[in-house]
């Protein structure tokens, strides 16, 4: 059973950045596609970025790209998402994810909140 653990969210104004951190326990981390999503109130869960577990590919929602990067540390199984430029449209509580797919994890965290002021 793998173990997720976010940090890193918090309260930013508009134009800010935050780097969110998710530490893995419990499995072969190097072997987990990473990935993150997020959910804000009243819509549904949606994939913001992942990073495969073979050639460190990473794949991003398009309205992030050029603003966040996702990357990873199979030392320290722990996998970022650095956050820039935010927007109000990006708050949203986020989750980190592993799985042998990116798109379909497996393993979920507990959610980190990220909340962008106008």
């Known amino acids: 059973q793998v173990q997720l653990v976010e940090s890193g969210g918090g309260l930013v104004q508009t134009g800010g950045s935050l780097r969110l951190s998710c530490a893995a326990s419990?499995?072969?981390?190097?072997?987990?596609?990473m990935g993150w999503f997020r959910q804000a109130p009243g819509k549904e869960r949606e994939f913001v970025a992942g990073?495969?577990?073979?050639?460190?590919?990473?794949y991003y929602k398009d309205s992030v790209k050029g603003r966040f990067t996702i990357s990873r540390d199979n030392a320290k199984n722990t996998v970022y998402l650095q956050m820039n430029s935010l927007k109000p449209e990006d708050t949203a509580v986020y989750y980190c994810t592993a799985g042998y797919h990116i798109a379909s994890p497996d393993y979920w965290g507990q959610g980190t909140q990220v909340t962008v002021s106008s």
């Open positions: 990073i495969s577990w073979s050639d460190g590919s990473s």
């Open positions: 419990g499995g072969t981390f190097s072997s987990y596609a």
